[in-house]
């Protein structure tokens, strides 16, 4: 019997390590957020949005880091989060013609706040851009100072952003079973034989499009 348990429980950690093997295979770590399965489809929306708002005429900042910096903007700033609290008061920092937030507002700890200071930070008539994972794991850098608080619907970050003040033009999403559990234990890089098939009821990824009313 001792040798029948031992027997199984090798032939698990072959299965195991052959799985290990397949997903390093079929689901390789992405090198960065533009090479990620689960954003493909939320940078073509936002890098047709920002194209179509004529990057050179406008003012732009992006608190997620620098990302967007490569569109030609007339002027580009970028706030780091957490260094820059979204939260806290903005103390003059000036506005934008177009304010980004991407995967941020899910760190935040008030994000009814953080989003007031979008608006805040964003000129009368401009354009704030956000986007938030919604069927990803939990995923955390305290030695940063970042933690993970919320996720929201299609429906919550269209009423949280409506809420603040703002004028939600287009709320998007994208998702499918397999990137939902393909993320389920790492960042998989987008790769050809990986779907592209979206479900809107398995959104991984959020986004929305709203103006800063004159």
């Known amino acids: 019997m001792a040798r029948r348990v031992l027997n199984a429980g090798a032939l698990e950690d072959a299965v195991g390590r052959l799985r290990q093997i397949r997903d390093r295979l079929l689901l390789p770590e992405a090198t960065s957020g533009a090479d990620q399965w689960q954003r493909v489809a939320l940078n073509e929306a936002v890098r047709a949005h920002i194209v179509s708002l004529d ?3 406008r003012t732009a900042v992006e608190i997620s880091g620098d990302a967007q910096a490569g569109h030609a903007w007339r002027s580009f700033t970028s706030l780091n989060y957490p260094g820059f609290d979204l939260c ?3 103390e003059g920092r000036g506005t934008f013609d177009v304010v980004i937030c991407e995967q941020v507002i899910e760190h935040v700890v008030d994000p009814v706040l953080a989003a007031e200071n979008l608006r805040g930070l964003c000129s009368p008539g401009g354009h704030v851009i956000v986007s938030t994972p919604f ?3 939990v995923h955390e850098l305290p030695m940063y ?3 993970d608080y919320w996720r929201f619907t299609p429906r919550g970050l269209g009423m949280l952003l409506e809420r603040a003040g703002l ?3 287009t709320v ?3 998702g499918n079973r397999r990137c939902v559990t393909g993320n389920s234990d790492r960042w998989p890089a987008y790769r050809r ?3 592209l098939r979206n479900e809107p009821d398995l959104p ?3 986004w929305a499009f709203a103006r800063n009313p004159v």
């Open 55 to 57: 990057p050179p005429s």
């Open 88 to 90: 806290a008061p903005l």
């Open 135 to 137: 069927l990803i794991r």
């Open 145 to 147: 100072g970042m933690r």
């Open 167 to 169: 004028t939600v033009q």
């Open 172 to 174: 998007g999403s994208w």
């Open 193 to 195: 034989w990986h779907s």
């Open 204 to 206: 991984v990824q959020v």
